[in-house]
């Protein structure tokens, strides 16, 4: 195998910086709500075409593009203002792929249910699977709102794939069977069925379903608990359970089989980050190849191949790479191409059959993401596209990652966001929580959001405060029941720290957050009364209470128990932690924007706020229920108007026009 070039790659590096046009001065906010020009890109199995979403406004489109020379094949567009979702190569000329309708920016576009299979030229159109029917040939037979995920495409088999198929059976989750199918006609086979419900499943080497990973939420007591149980299946179909953490507190699953038979796993002891290592079949023993102290393994880099795993990535601040193959063939290629972008972040995409062609993609802070294709016979790496080349990579804020010491010990990580061509120093803030609040986590990638704040002249603090996915699962359960209390203190503690390291000034800090974030924006400062000179809560939680009467989250037991673990059922105790009830401590402007579909923090919680500031003599600035969307706006044009609002906002109480 030839090693990069690296001589070749510069040169097409320069090549690439020809595309993209500079701005001459700080880019509009219609640059920023903009919607990427493509998600990800995939290259046919065989190298002959590359196929891509492409987005159109309201749907976005799959594109074939000839590999050569970028020409286009074909363009895929559902009817019914449907999107593609998940696209895949099933064979050299054929692809397979989902419909989503688009709602939101804090939640995933939501899928029909409904795959597709089209030829690269569009012929042999095919609807396979239909929400609710067993398959495209039998429409009529309903089977209780099937939902199905690729598991396989079989590299050697043009016509079949292999498909998970969830079949909800009752609260705890959905029974789950392994199908082979055809994606010409439609009809499929059972190749296997989960021993319990709510499993995932997984492949051997031969692609024959033979592990199972099953998970609960619920202990003996009927409250959230989270447990799961690792069965292998015999050769004479029967699953035998190999580990269950309800016994040795060990939560054991596997992430796949490579070609040459090894079985990855991945394994935490439910407190400290989950690490990677190889599963010995034959005595259900675990070897141990990485794990970081510190932060969840958050993605694989595989070989050209899709089975071996020749590196791991970890995010307490920027990604960190691992490298646990370093003599592997791909492994000497990653770490070639890695030193070729330095301080941004690589990835292996996806690579034809033979490994000869791999889309490799590159981001940053500061880049949005730029996809080269590498070409292994000539050590080249061609420049694809770009994905947002309206935006100067170059006037991008910066990102630094931090970690500091909270009030009660515990070491936190996030990320300032630094405006270009500032000192970095005495800065108006703005502290913006995430989502969740159990789960979600910022990170050091380029975020449109952010930048847009950033290219007004703010710094933008993000902390991952308890309670954040990705520093283990004890960080994440120290969250539970902490909405009002150590949470808060978290990020009341990050913003001391960037006072206190002078990058903020303390007379203009303000605070903006979305969903969790939201209800954290008016929390904090009823918690800390003086910190901060305005709010901004977005599609927020306002009333704890109303999360178990209103909204997606109750309609299920599982979410129940949720919430009554992570938020408690102490009515006096969920009022003395919702804003809503505190709007007489709430002393400073605030604005308030929700979605009129929302499901998630309905609007209710947003109108209640704000009839609760107006009664407490503080009338929010301004209110903002946008028809039609839903947990976050995702109409450039709703987005537009949003951010125009905001940011006038804050410029009136921190930015130039508050002097």
Same mark, same amino acid.
């Given at each position: ?72 094949? $074909? ?14 190569? %099933? ?10 309708? $688009? ?85 499929? $086979?059972?190749? %296997? ?185 000539? @050590? ?117 720290? %960037? ?59 599982? @979410? ?100």
């Amino acid at each position: 195998m030839k090693t990069l070039n690296r001589a070749a790659l510069a040169l097409a590096l320069v090549g690439a910086a020809k595309v993209a046009a500079v701005p001459a001065q700080a880019a509009d906010i219609e640059d920023f709500v903009r919607h990427p020009s493509y998600s990800s890109v995939r290259i046919s199995p065989t190298g002959e075409y590359l196929a891509t979403t492409v987005d159109r406004g309201d749907q976005d489109v799959l594109v074939v593009l000839r590999t050569k020379d970028l020409s286009i094949v $074909k363009v895929n567009q559902l009817p019914d203002r449907k999107s593609v979702g998940a696209f895949h190569w %099933a064979s050299p000329e054929r692809l397979l792929f989902t419909a989503v309708r $688009k709602v939101g920016s804090y939640e995933q576009p939501f899928g029909t249910g409904e795959w597709f299979a089209v030829n690269a030229d569009g012929s042999q159109p095919r609807p396979l699977i239909f929400y609710g029917t067993r398959d495209a040939t039998q429409r009529s037979k309903t089977v209780s709102n099937q939902s199905f995920s690729l598991l396989d495409t079989l590299r050697n088999d043009d016509t079949n794939v292999v498909m998970t198929v969830y079949s909800p059976r009752s609260d705890e989750g959905a029974g789950t069977e392994v199908v082979l199918l055809d994606t010409f006609t439609g009809r499929w $086979k059972t190749l %296997a069925r989960a021993p319990k419900e709510n499993c995932d499943i997984a492949l051997d080497r031969e692609k024959q379903p033979r592990f199972a990973v099953c998970a609960s939420s619920r202990n003996e007591e009927g409250e959230f608990e989270e447990r799961t149980e690792l069965f292998r299946r015999g050769d004479d179909g029967k699953w035998n359970l190999v580990n269950a953490s309800k016994s040795d507190g060990r939560h054991l699953a596997i992430i796949g089989t490579s070609e040459d038979g090894t079985v990855y796993a991945s394994e935490t002891d439910g407190v400290k980050p989950a690490g990677i290592g190889v599963f010995d079949v034959g005595t259900g023993a675990y070897r141990p190849l990485f794990q970081d102290p510190v932060a969840d393994i958050s993605g694989y880099i595989q070989a050209a191949d899709q089975s071996r795993i020749v590196a791991v990535v970890t995010e307490a601040g920027a990604p960190k790479v691992e490298v646990l193959e370093p003599e592997h063939a791909d492994g000497k290629l990653y770490q070639s191409l890695a030193a070729a972008f330095p301080g941004e972040m690589v990835d292996f995409s996806s690579a034809t059959s033979d490994g000869s062609k791999i889309v490799v993609s590159v981001y940053s802070d500061r880049n949005p993401g730029e996809l080269y294709l590498y070409d292994r016979a000539t @050590g080249q790496a061609r420049f694809l596209m770009q994905q947002r080349q309206w935006l100067d990579k170059a006037k991008m804020a910066s990102v630094k990652p931090f970690s500091f010491t909270a009030r009660d010990g515990q070491k936190l990580y996030g990320y300032l966001v630094v405006p270009a061509g500032t000192s970095g120093r005495n800065l108006p803030l703005i502290v913006n929580p995430h989502g969740g609040p159990i789960g979600p986590r910022d990170n050091w990638r380029f975020n449109s959001e952010a930048q847009l704040l950033a290219s007004r002249g703010y710094a933008v603090l993000k902390i991952n405060f308890r309670g954040s996915g990705g520093y283990g699962r004890g960080f994440r359960d120290a969250g539970h029941g902490q909405w009002g209390q150590a949470i808060q203190n978290d990020i009341i503690d990050a913003t001391r720290w %960037a006072i206190s390291e002078g990058y903020a000034d303390k007379d203009r800090v303000c605070i903006y957050g979305g969903s969790f974030g939201g209800y954290s924006s008016l929390m904090a400062p009823i918690r800390e009364p003086g910190m901060f000179k305005c709010a901004f809560g977005y599609v927020g939680v306002y009333d704890m209470g109303m999360l178990f009467t209103k909204g997606d989250i109750p309609q299920s037991e599982s @979410g129940v128990r949720y919430l009554r673990r992570t938020v408690g059922t102490d009515r006096a105790v969920q009022q003395a932690n919702s804003p809503a009830f505190n709007a007489d401590k709430v002393r400073i402007p605030v604005y308030l924007a929700a979605g009129a579909r929302d499901e998630r923090a309905v609007p209710d919680q947003t109108e209640a706020m704000a009839d609760a500031l107006r009664k407490a003599g503080n009338p929010p600035e301004g209110v903002i229920i946008q028809s039609g969307e839903m947990h976050g706006f995702y109409k450039e044009e709703n987005n537009l108007r949003l951010y125009t609002e905001m940011l006038g906002f804050f410029d009136r109480h921190i930015g130039q026009g508050a002097k």
